[in-house]
């Protein structure tokens, strides 16, 4: 591994990780909107409950029938009072009224793809089970694993493109925002600006088949140098290892190459992740297994083992043919 590669997987392992994500932590203004938001909604319907709640238990005890049978006494008999029909019909309406003035609002702020200049562009693809991710503007492409910067508002946000290129998902970063469904054959937007530099767990939230549970996405926030440079080192092409010419061989002959893509070479597959710097991610499998050597050997054997269901077939490998296809594998830093 480059010396670059080894310091970038150090500083993301250094990275404060929120496996267990919380939407009680919102660390991005979306996240923080919806998040007051829902305290907003809570606040009115828990109003709303105590309100009739103690009108209920007030009459049930006040108006009760006494142990003797009969009533304490009758209470007075309103009928077509227009103050009370009108506050009544009044309340409620107003109650409406500002609970979908502010969900309008939420909604359009997160969803609102109207770009300030010099922000980052991120596609973000969903496929049965993993997530394709691009950078059109810098010529990067990976998988399962989103770089952002970290930016505190808007001007400095990381804006996405969501699409799907199969059945529908749907991302959710519980601290940074979400949920939002990529849906094929058109594009949603969201935009988030982490607060803290960390790594936020995330998964598809929209079934989408038997490996829907286990399609986890990552982001990983980054300070804007350590992001930029992360960004110069995947925009490298693949350069041949002499060492492991027989592996890229195999690569070509067991047909992976159909599916996968390593920049620099031949192999163009759009299928399946892009390969060309699978070295620098920390899991495989969109987030199955930590990216370790005895965890490529497995996967390459047999993904239905660690995945069933998922969409590589096993080609059943093993012995020197495996051994060659990782010493590939560990060339793509
Ligand atoms: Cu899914």
Redesign the pocket.
Known sequence: MTNLACLLLAETSNLDEHKISSIFHPLSTPAQNEFNYALLVIAICGGIFVVVATLLIFTMIRFRRKPDGGHPYEPPQVYGSNRIEAAWTVLPVLIVFVLAGVTARVVWGIGDASQPKSTLHVEVT?H??WWEVRYPNDGVVTANEIHIPVSHDRDHASFFDLKSSD????LWIPELGGKTDLIPGRANHMWMDPKEAGVYWG???????A??AN?LVQVVAQEPADFERWLTEQRQPHVSDPQALAGEKKFQMFACGGCHAVQGTKFKGRLGPDLTHVMSRRLIGSGVLPNTADNRKAWISNPQDAKPGCLMPGMKLSGKNLDDLNAFMETLK
């Open positions: 969903g049965q089970y059945v529908i998902h749907s998964n598809c939230t929209e079934f989408c088949g490996q829907h399609m």
